[in-house]
């Protein structure tokens, strides 16, 4: 079955660009989405199709995918932006998530 | 405004059935995809099943057999048959809508959720 992996945390400083990436095999050849998840909260799409905001979503979110890596950005990280990260991707009909990024804004 | 509320969770012993609906607002029911994904306690997400616009279903392996997604057009509601509980099922269910015309979209409305546990 296929997997996308991610690591587990990344911190980054107030201001700064926080990075996060989800792998899987030829993951580029299909669309990745991008979720965030805040304690006691509903899951937010914040990318979908590698690069694409939801309305409401904020400039400093960013996604791209190429090859085997999807990648999260998000520019001038507030602490608000301190959650768990899911990217998600469909593999013939059947939704994957990563096991999911904790974003630590220290 | 496009809202969609689980509903019928609860506590059920091993081996026993639940049914969770997922009532939705603003959109109708047969117009997208949508998804049910649960989130076991302290865990990530997890995709459980499908239902197209078309009214194709897909499940994940780990629920294949056991569980059954349908709608009800009438009454623009989704709808999660849970048979065979086992302990692993227990998590937090969401209901989550997909596109109108593809998978691609995302997931962009999702529900609170509904607690599921499975316990003697």
């Known amino acids: 079955s296929y997997e996308l992996t991610q690591p587990p945390s990344v911190s980054v400083s107030p201001g700064q660009t926080a990075s996060i990436t989800c792998s899987g095999d030829k993951l580029g050849s299909k669309y990745a989405c991008w979720y965030q998840q805040k304690p006691g909260q509903s899951p937010v799409l914040v990318i979908y199709q590698d690069n694409k905001r939801p309305s409401g979503i904020p400039e400093r979110f960013s996604g791209s995918n190429s090859r085997n890596t999807a990648t999260l950005t998000i520019s001038g990280t507030q602490a608000l932006d301190e959650a768990d990260y899911y990217c998600?991707?469909?593999?013939?009909?059947?939704?994957?998530f990563g096991g999911g990024t904790k974003l630590t804004v220290l | 405004e496009e809202q969609v509320v689980e509903r019928g969770g609860g506590l059920v012993q091993p081996g026993g059935s639940l049914r969770l609906s997922c009532v939705v607002s603003?959109?109708?029911?047969?117009?997208?995809?949508i998804s049910w994904v649960r989130q076991a306690p302290g865990k990530g997400l997890e995709w459980v099943s499908v239902i197209y616009s078309g009214g194709s279903t897909y499940y994940a392996d780990s629920v294949k057999g056991r569980f059954t997604i349908s709608r009800d057009n009438s009454k623009n509601t989704l709808y999660l048959q849970m048979n065979s509980l086992r302990a692993e099922d227990t998590a937090v269910y969401y209901c989550a809508r997909g596109g109108s015309s593809s998978l691609n979209y995302g997931m962009d409305v999702w529900g609170q959720g509904t607690t599921v546990t499975v316990s003697s």
């Open positions: 603003g959109f109708t029911v047969s117009s997208n995809y």
């Open positions: 998600q991707a469909w593999d013939s009909s059947t939704a994957v």
